[in-house]
């Protein structure tokens, strides 16, 4: 099974950009069949799907919160995948893990993602 790494975690003001990365070891970011995704819990709240890249192309899929604002790539050389969240809001504040999933599956469905990182902690705030 992968093991998957988040780091950014970070403190940031409304309107602000952060970056996360995710680092992927024990299997490779392109392997046939997986989605690799970014999921959210704010405090309080149950965990929801943020953005998700496909193995083969690098398509990427977004959550409507995050479509327009969020951006999902990876680096295959690197094994590492990333998210950039640009005008971030006090409700983006949240845990965020990167996580990866073996379809066939619902990609915007948390339940089906099987592999998960530590999550790290994004606060927004003035």
């Known amino acids: 099974q992968v093991q998957l790494q988040e780091s950014g975690p970070g403190l940031v003001k409304p309107s602000q950009t952060l970056s996360l990365t995710c680092t992927v070891s024990?299997?490779?970011?392109?392997?046939?069949?997986?989605?690799w995704g970014w999921i959210r819990q704010p405090p309080g709240k149950e965990r929801e799907f943020v953005a998700s890249v496909k193995w083969s192309t690098g398509g990427t899929y977004y959550s409507t919160f995050g479509e327009g604002r969020f951006t999902a790539s990876r680096d295959n050389a690197k094994n590492t995948q990333y998210l950039e969240m640009n005008d971030l809001k006090p409700e983006d504040t949240a845990i965020y893990y990167c996580?990866?999933?073996?379809?066939?599956?619902?990609?915007?469905?948390?339940?089906?993602?099987?592999?998960w990182g530590q999550g790290t902690q994004v606060t927004v705030s003035s």
């Open positions: 996580a990866a999933g073996r379809t066939p599956f619902t990609i915007t469905e948390v339940a089906g993602y099987e592999s």
């Open positions: 024990g299997g490779s970011i392109t392997t046939n069949y997986y989605y």
